[in-house]
């Protein structure tokens, strides 16, 4: 299957650690990128390559891959890391795809 | 700085045609691939076309290939997508993105633009 599986969502308390997933079949061969879309915003990339992360991006953003899943980790989530997350990557086709996408809630 | 800016969004009823602009600025818009992605209502990211730095190579979701057609003007520093028989499961904010390959990061995105398919 060419789909990427996300998660629908994830919580955590302030301080602690979110971890979010996303698997496909295609992850081993291509690259997987992350991004961030608050409310009413556009999405931002939050983790390119699998595990680098753009400036700007704090560093309790982490990304990391093992076989067909790729992990999105904040570490010490804030209220402030609320949002979408999707995975993105590249389909058997090479055709861009998208996760389903993870609603992150920190409460 | 980078600014993209998104344009031609509007309420269209089923079967109708529409055509979005992204006007770019603030880096050499030749150098970058161009991507249109949409966010549809309670729905996640889709990724929907993209084409390449001189538009000689395009490529599309299945969900639109047919109906609708990227295109580019490197001398206007324009991207557009025309989209015709529009459905309504096409109602969705429309984002424009760049890479600086095909398959590579999308680094920066408009604000996006507003397609209501409804009668």
């Known amino acids: 299957s060419d789909d990427l599986t996300q998660p629908p969502s994830v919580s955590v308390s302030p301080g602690q650690t979110a971890r979010i997933t996303c698997s496909g079949d295609?992850?081993?061969?291509?690259?997987v990128y992350w991004y961030q879309q608050k409310s009413g915003q556009a999405p931002v990339p939050v983790i390119y390559?699998?595990?680098k992360r753009p400036s700007g991006i704090p560093e309790r953003f982490s990304g990391s891959t093992s076989g067909t899943m790729a992990t999105l980790t904040i570490s010490g989530a804030q209220v402030d890391d609320e949002a979408d997350y999707y995975c993105?990557?590249?389909?058997?086709?090479?055709?861009?795809?998208f996760g389903g996408g993870t609603k992150l809630t920190v409460l | 700085e980078v600014q993209l800016v998104e344009s031609g969004g509007s309420l269209v009823q089923p079967g109708g045609s529409l055509r979005l602009s992204c006007a770019a600025s603030g880096f050499t818009f030749t150098s970058y691939w161009m991507h249109w992605v949409r966010r549809s209502p309670g729905k996640g990211l889709v990724w929907v076309s993209r084409?390449?730095?001189?538009?000689?190579?395009?490529s599309y979701a299945d969900s639109v290939k047919g109906r609708f057609a990227i295109s580019r003007d490197n001398a206007r520093n324009t991207l557009y997508l025309q989209m015709d028989s529009l459905r309504a499961a096409d109602t969705a904010v429309y984002y424009c993105?760049?890479?600086?390959?095909?398959?590579?990061?999308?680094?920066?995105w408009g604000q996006g633009t507003l397609v209501t398919v409804s009668s």
């Open positions: 390559e699998d595990n």
């Open positions: 993105a760049i890479s600086g390959y095909g398959d590579s990061n999308l680094e920066y």
């Open positions: 993105y990557s590249i389909d058997s086709n090479d055709n861009p795809r």
């Open positions: 084409i390449n730095t001189d538009a000689t190579f395009t």
């Open positions: 295609t992850l081993p061969k291509k690259y």
